[in-house]
């Protein structure tokens, strides 16, 4: 069951791609926070560029790294808007499902988007009591204890709390320059959410729920393979390549981040109406030192204090009778959010001021008519109004900027049931993403991009729903597309690029007997830049040769073949309950910038399983790995500016571990 049109719907009766996953599923596959959903959504890949999460969708995303940067694939978590791209990466704890919705989902969905939704569902409290707990041990001393608890308090009050403390105790990787330990992705880092279920009425419902997270990490940039580093008064341990997750940085590498927000969520019934209203506050504080160079030349050791606070409302009327012909859904969503760098300072001179400051205000509908008890069509529009304001202070000079712009977007498809579990559909959406201000650079604003969006698909089901087969074809129309550009310490947004991406998608899940449960997915995508005759173009030691005409050249992140598959099988023995599991995950690789120089070459990751729960109990002990094959890739490489050159930090290498946990 999905909301991916705001309303409680089998996924298999819902024109759009989606892949979902319940939380248990999640667990089995080694899926334990947003940056691993590529393992259960073969067309999503997520970055980590500097210290913020950047998923991408069918090659479709953004590697902006100011606090106000929004993503043009949004994140929400119990309907609550994620408008940071700090808090977009995060663990998933007493998570109900997550879905991964393909395709611009602006009419719908709080924000606008043009490259898809990741939409996060938390279990609601529930009146009997419950205790999951576990605690796990792996390699590079690492312990994560995972704690979810639940009570009734009364006949109509529950509540839960989830609590997860996670330390790696060692690094994966040496600074040898410093002669210390780093890549160390937890450091006492501990997150909790609190959630009321109030059952007021028997027609009032509300919800309400409070998260805080404080976590450290010191994930360190390094050199790129083959690549030198030409100043003269470098010591020599600072040249080339340090080695598989090494850094030799003259100045330590920190992230800290302490985030956390309250939201209330109220449903309603008004007769044969529903009325839904989700209100939310969030805070964002990090502090992020990075030695920008990555050498131990004393050239440029940034520091980074952000700060991002948003406030949003939402408020959805929908009829609720099953029998109706026209399912429709119509609301206004408003959004407030200040993201600042106060001040972002190099080798500790305060050097910026900047913040950007949105206000958005939308008014949306969509409605669904059964023109036949097995044809449906539906449409959806969405009018958008946003003005952002930009207050600056850049080496001592104030400045203010402000634009604004209005848009409308619409969605419309047409879908047929063939059979009671055959349907297939064809629809056409126009999405955009707003645009906005890069807070390391001055005057630079760029504009909103836009997204015309072709899909085809079939849904179906066989064998008594034993097996599940999904395919569907897109076809993307991008322009006015928002290119980032690194270099010199800051970023730099253009409205450069036109490009087309198409492709295939398929979804296959089979349950042939009790206890074994298989999946697998593709995606086959094709992506070019149809017109950008002026991308910014670098060598390995950063000097700059462009701009040069890239159109043609692979649009960035954009694989041309994913394959995932995962087994899971649980049988009883003698000695309890067994359950083994393996996911895969083959990525064909993807290039990093325009200039398709830097790569991404192809990978796989393994994760697998085993389990025991001995005589049946309430206690199962598992031992797992992670990267399995210790197969190497990249969160991001990125090429800086002269004298530094293409830098990158390297992904996880192999992990693995035990499991004790106990279930009431």
Not at 22 to 45: C, F, K, N, Y
Not at 369 to 378: D, K, M, S, V
């Amino acid at each position: 069951m999905v909301t991916a049109n705001r309303r409680s719907e089998r996924a298999q009766d819902v024109p759009i791609a989606i892949n979902s996953v319940s939380g248990a599923a999640l667990a089995q596959r080694g899926v334990a926070d947003t940056s691993e959903l590529q393992m259960i959504a073969p067309s999503l890949t997520f970055n980590n560029p500097v210290n913020v999460g950047s998923p991408y969708v069918r090659g479709i995303g953004s590697d902006q790294t100011d606090p106000s940067s929004e993503s043009p694939v949004a994140v929400y978590v119990d309907d609550v808007y994620i408008g940071t791209p700090f808090s977009t990466m995060f663990k998933l704890m007493g998570v109900q499902q997550i879905d991964v919705l393909a395709g611009p989902q602006g009419t719908l969905f709080g924000r606008n988007t043009t490259g898809g939704v990741i939409q996060v569902r938390t279990l609601d409290p529930s009146h009997d009591l419950t205790l999951n707990a576990s605690v796990a041990y792996g390699n590079y001393d690492t312990i994560a204890v995972p704690i979810y608890a639940s009570v009734g308090l009364s006949d109509t009050i529950a509540t839960d709390l989830s609590f997860l403390y996670e330390d790696q105790g060692k690094g994966m990787g040496r600074n040898l320059f410093l002669n210390t330990d780093t890549y160390r992705q937890t450091d006492n880092n501990f997150s909790v959410r609190n959630k009321w279920l109030l059952d007021l009425a028997p027609t009032t419902k509300v919800r309400l729920a409070f998260d805080y997270t404080s976590a450290a990490s010191n994930l360190d940039y390094q050199k790129v393979q083959g690549t030198f580093f030409p100043p003269a008064n470098a010591p020599s341990v600072g040249l080339g390549y340090p080695g598989a997750h090494n850094s030799q940085s003259d100045y330590p590498v920190t992230n800290r981040l302490k985030a956390g927000g309250a939201s209330m969520t109220v449903d309603q019934e008004v007769g044969a109406l529903q009325l839904t209203s989700v209100t939310a506050y969030r805070r964002t504080h990090t502090f992020y030192t990075l030695d920008l160079d990555a050498s131990p030349a004393p050239l440029a050791p940034y520091s980074f204090n952000d700060h991002f606070r948003s406030f949003s409302q939402e408020l959805r009327l929908r009829n609720v009778d099953p029998a109706a012909r026209l399912k429709w859904v119509a609301g206004i969503f408003y959004y407030n959010a200040k993201g600042d760098i106060s001040p972002a300072a190099l080798a500790g001179v305060p050097l910026i001021y900047n913040a950007q400051k949105t206000m958005s205000i939308a008014a949306f509908g969509q409605g669904t008519f059964a023109i036949t008890p097995t044809l449906n069509l539906t449409g959806g529009l969405r009018y958008t109004y946003e003005r952002q304001q930009n207050p600056s202070e850049f080496f001592g000079v104030p400045a203010y900027a402000r634009q604004s712009v209005s848009k409308p977007t619409f969605r419309v498809s047409i879908d047929n049931h063939f059979m009671p579990n055959v349907m297939g559909y064809v629809s056409f959406n126009r999405g955009f993403k707003s645009g906005g201000y890069n807070l390391l650079t001055p005057d630079n604003a760029f504009q909103p991009e836009r997204l015309d969006a072709y899909e085809a698909g079939l849904k179906t089901e066989f064998f008594d729903r034993r097996l599940r087969l999904n395919i569907a074809g897109f076809y993307y129309n991008y322009s006015n597309q928002q290119v980032v550009i690194s270099g010199n310490g800051t970023t730099i947004t253009q409205n450069a690029a036109s490009s087309r991406i198409y492709g295939l998608e398929g979804n296959l899940e089979a349950r042939p007997f009790a206890g074994l449960t298989l999946a697998s997915g593709i995606s086959v995508m094709h992506g070019r830049y149809r017109n950008f005759p002026d991308a910014d173009d670098k060598d390995a030691n950063g000097n700059q040769l462009g701009p040069t005409d890239v159109t043609g050249n692979h649009t960035i992140n954009t694989p041309n073949l994913v394959i995932s598959g995962s087994i899971n099988y649980g049988f009883d023995t003698s000695l309890g309950k067994i359950a083994a599991d393996v996911a895969v995950t083959y990525n064909d690789g993807f290039y990093w910038a325009p200039n398709n120089r830097l790569k991404q070459p192809s990978y796989a990751l393994v994760n697998a399983g085993l389990s025991l729960s001995p005589n049946g109990g309430p206690v199962t002990f598992r031992i797992w790995a992670k990267n399995l094959t210790d197969s190497q890739y990249y969160l991001t490489r990125t090429t800086v500016a002269p004298l530094v050159g293409d830098t990158q930090v390297q992904a996880p290498p192999r992990t693995y571990g035990l499991t004790v946990a106990y279930k009431y």
